[in-house]
């Protein structure tokens, strides 16, 4: 069955770096549209970032130039860089797979940046 797992999450400092990573089994990853959403407590889920098939990449304005979504199409894994992070990064994060109508969640993974 379609499975995403979401890892990397953490506590960090202001101004820190992680890296997230999803690996995925179950589908023809190669094909699916992959995007990083967030959601803060108390906020709606938002999406962050996304990378299509072909490697194209959009980014939300709020982390453009911060954070770096990539795809490893041999591994079946998606990955989040995000670099110089602030406190409003404070969410779980979670991994989608999206083609067409179909869209596939992983159980998400908690970023904490607080000093």
């Known amino acids: 069955q379609v499975q995403l797992v979401e890892s990397g999450g953490d506590l960090v400092q202001p101004g820190g770096s992680l890296r997230l990573s999803c690996v995925t089994s179950?589908?023809?990853?190669?094909?699916?549209?992959m995007a990083w959403y967030r959601q803060a407590p108390g906020k709606q889920r938002e999406l962050v970032a996304s990378i299509l098939s072909g490697g194209i990449t959009d980014y939300s304005d709020s982390v453009k130039g911060r954070f770096t979504i990539s795809r490893d199409d041999d591994k079946g894994t998606a990955y989040l860089q995000m670099n110089s992070l602030k406190p409003e990064d404070t969410a779980v994060y979670y991994c989608s797979a999206k083609y067409g109508e179909y869209q596939a969640w992983g159980q998400g993974t908690q970023v904490t940046v607080s000093s």
């Open positions: 179950g589908f023809r990853f190669s094909i699916y549209v």
